[in-house]
């Protein structure tokens, strides 16, 4: 059994930082590209962020130069800096993860994991 647990989460105030965690435990294997999205209320989910397991990154448009991912490979465990939060950035973020699991001998399968979500309000 795999779970991803988040925390970070909270209210701030226009112009503020948070920084959102994401664990992963279990019978992991190996963690490939581990990322954040995030959810407004009435929209779509939308990706934030993506790091692959050598270290690159991609953004959204939306938060670039704002945003950073990391991760720490030997902690399974990925984050995301968020600065310069805008009203706009209010949502329920949710981390995902691409993690390979044993399932018998000689038999690795990788399944896409998810996060029950934290949420981010940028708020005077």
């Known amino acids: 059994q795999v779970q991803l647990v988040e925390s970070g989460g909270g209210l701030v105030q226009p112009g503020g930082s948070l920084r959102l965690s994401c664990a992963a435990s279990g019978s992991i294997s190996s963690i490939n590209d581990m990322g954040w999205h995030r959810q407004a209320p009435g929209k779509q989910r939308e990706l934030v962020a993506v790091i692959s397991s050598g270290g690159s990154t991609n953004y959204a448009d939306s938060v670039k130069g704002r945003f950073t991912i990391s991760r720490d490979n030997a902690e399974n465990t990925v984050y995301l800096q968020m600065n310069s939060l805008k009203p706009e950035d209010t949502a329920v973020y949710y981390c995902?993860?691409?993690?390979?699991?044993?399932?018998?001998?000689?038999?690795?399968?990788?399944?896409?994991?998810w996060g029950q979500g934290t949420q981010v309000t940028v708020s005077s």
């Open positions: 995902n993860a691409d993690i390979t699991v044993v399932e018998g001998p000689h038999r690795w399968v990788e399944y896409d994991y």
